[in-house]
T-cell receptor, first 115, second 115 residues
């Protein structure tokens, strides 16, 4: 069975602090894809990043960085120097590679950045 | 705007009424997905189309739910005899062929309230 766990329900940080959002996944597949989406109050899910299971290279995009570790089945997301506009709910998701096209989403982490 | 669009954005209905939602995917995308999201949860997969063919359906999709994509472009999701438990955000997503097909791009959602 596929499962994505985001243990942090809510996080509050003061602007300019760094924050890490945790994501732990379960799958028996050897090939799979991991995603992070941002859901601002407007409701639309915004795609942030996709990682393939065979590519463990970490990635940095501006203030965002992602740490993928297959050994611990984790795909954590760090925001550096947080800003008020980062306030949103962040979802981690898993997609199997060859059976089905559905995403398995975690329950999300609500991030509030306090000015 | 070339993103996924959904209509209406909000719908309030009385229990027992039928409702229909529309999704227009990104124009070159051949895959279309419907998800349901309740408060405090991540999106849950409902169904998936490749072109006009409905290839997957979740067991969440009861007999009262039906989805169509008649010409392989826009899709409709109909809920018959609505129940209060159907109150949720209904999200549509689309993805393209090829290497990028794993990434789903989401619309703004239709928020349904059943009174």
């Amino acid at each position: 069975a596929q499962k994505v766990t985001q243990a942090q329900t809510e996080i509050s940080v003061v602007e300019k602090e760094d924050v890490t959002l945790d994501c732990v996944y379960e799958t028996r597949d050897t090939t799979y894809y991991l995603f992070w989406y941002k859901q601002p109050p407007s409701g639309e899910l915004v795609f942030l990043i996709r990682r393939n299971s065979f590519d463990e290279q970490n990635e940095i995009s501006g203030r965002y960085s992602w740490n993928f570790q297959k050994s611990t089945s984790s795909f954590n997301f760090t925001i550096t120097a947080s800003q008020v506009v980062d306030s949103a709910v962040y979802f981690c998701a898993l997609r199997r590679s060859n059976t089905g096209n559905q995403f398995y989403f975690g329950t999300g982490t609500s991030l509030t950045v306090i000015p | 705007d070339t993103g996924v669009s959904q209509d209406p954005r909000h719908k309030i209905t009385k229990r027992g009424q039928n409702v229909t939602f529309r999704c227009d995917p990104i124009s070159e995308h051949n895959r279309l997905y419907w998800y349901r999201q309740t408060l405090g949860q991540g999106p849950e997969f409902l169904t998936y189309f490749q072109n006009e063919a409905q290839l997957e359906k979740s067991r969440l999709l009861s007999d009262r739910f039906s989805a169509e994509r008649p010409k392989g472009s826009f899709s409709t999701l109909e809920i018959q005899r609505t129940e209060q438990g159907d109150s949720a955000m209904y999200l549509c997503a689309s993805s393209s062929r090829g290497r990028r097909q794993e990434t789903q791009y989401f619309g703004p959602g239709t928020r349904l309230l059943v009174l």
